[in-house]
């Protein structure tokens, strides 16, 4: 009879041990499975040159195909007459165009790229044209000279700032601007990101404002 007890005894105890290591056996699984399951969570954060070169293509084909939505304001302020134009992929806010002229010789282009609302890219390119030489009252030649910055943005800092210039002469025989090398060059991009913030801050007004 104490045989039979102990025996009924030990296998309950083997019975135990074996429940037990199989239920850690079963949670170490689950926690491994969550785990995997997180560290496969999709990162689309911009970190990097190169996402910022991919975001920029993606954000230009959406606008190349007309895929956006846009609104629109103007302002005036100062002899400087401008408009904005907000462009949206699904409610989010992607790009931002800036545009004015100023007394007359001198205009202005500013295009700020956007994701997760933060500006991530920023091209701008400023113009100013004059009379050239060769030509006569009635028929005057002219010239743009043309300068075109390229600024690389993260957490709202430069992180890389390319530079050209170029000149457009109405006579023609003109290089052409893609082949013109950039230049690295150091860059503060403080006012330009003031100028989104205000642009931001007026983005629902209707009709011509004044001054940002």
Same mark, same amino acid.
């Given at each position: 009879?104490?045989i039979?007890?102990?025996s009924?005894?030990?296998?309950a105890?083997v019975?135990c041990?074996?429940?037990?290591?199989?239920?850690? #056996?079963?949670n170490?699984?689950?926690?491994?499975?969550?785990?995997?399951?997180?560290? +496969?969570?999709?990162?689309?954060?911009?970190?990097?040159? +190169?996402?910022?070169?991919?975001?920029?293509?993606? %954000?230009?084909k959406?606008?190349?195909?007309? #895929?956006m939505?846009?609104?629109?304001?103007?302002?005036?302020?100062?002899e400087?007459?401008?408009?904005?134009?907000?462009?949206y +992929?699904?409610k989010?806010?992607?790009?931002?165009?800036?545009?004015?002229?100023?007394?007359?010789?001198?205009?202005?282009?500013?295009?700020?790229?956007?994701k997760?609302?933060? %500006?991530?890219?920023?091209?701008?390119?400023?113009?100013?044209?004059?009379?050239?030489e060769?030509?006569?009252?009635?028929?005057?030649?002219?010239?743009?000279?043309?300068n +075109?910055?390229?600024?690389?943005?993260? *957490?709202?800092?430069?992180? #890389?700032?390319?530079?050209?210039?170029?000149?457009?002469?109405?006579?023609?025989?003109?290089? *052409?601007?893609?082949?013109?090398p *950039?230049?690295?060059?150091?860059c *503060?991009?403080?006012?330009?990101?003031?100028?989104?913030?205000?642009?931001?801050?007026?983005?629902?007004?209707?009709?011509?404002?004044n001054?940002?």
């Amino acid at each position: 009879m104490k045989i039979l007890l102990f025996s009924l005894g030990f296998l309950a105890v083997v019975s135990c041990k074996k429940e037990n290591a199989k239920n850690f #056996q079963n949670n170490s699984m689950t926690d491994n499975v969550t785990i995997n399951k997180s560290s +496969e969570k999709p990162n689309d954060s911009i970190q990097s040159i +190169e996402d910022i070169k991919k975001e920029y293509a993606i %954000v230009n084909k959406l606008l190349s195909a007309k #895929q956006m939505d846009s609104t629109k304001f103007t302002y005036n302020c100062n002899e400087k007459e401008g408009e904005v134009v907000l462009y949206y +992929e699904n409610k989010a806010l992607r790009m931002v165009k800036d545009s004015y002229a100023e007394h007359s010789h001198f205009s202005s282009s500013t295009k700020y790229y956007v994701k997760n609302n933060s %500006v991530f890219f920023i091209f701008k390119e400023e113009t100013v044209w004059n009379f050239d030489e060769g030509g006569t009252p009635e028929k005057p030649e002219t010239k743009d000279d043309i300068n +075109e910055k390229r600024i690389y943005v993260l *957490n709202d800092k430069a992180i #890389q700032c390319l530079e050209k210039n170029y000149t457009i002469r109405s006579k023609g025989n003109n290089k *052409n601007p893609d082949l013109v090398p *950039n230049k690295e060059t150091k860059c *503060n991009i403080s006012d330009l990101i003031k100028n989104y913030n205000l642009i931001l801050k007026n983005k629902d007004k209707k009709g011509e404002i004044n001054c940002l």
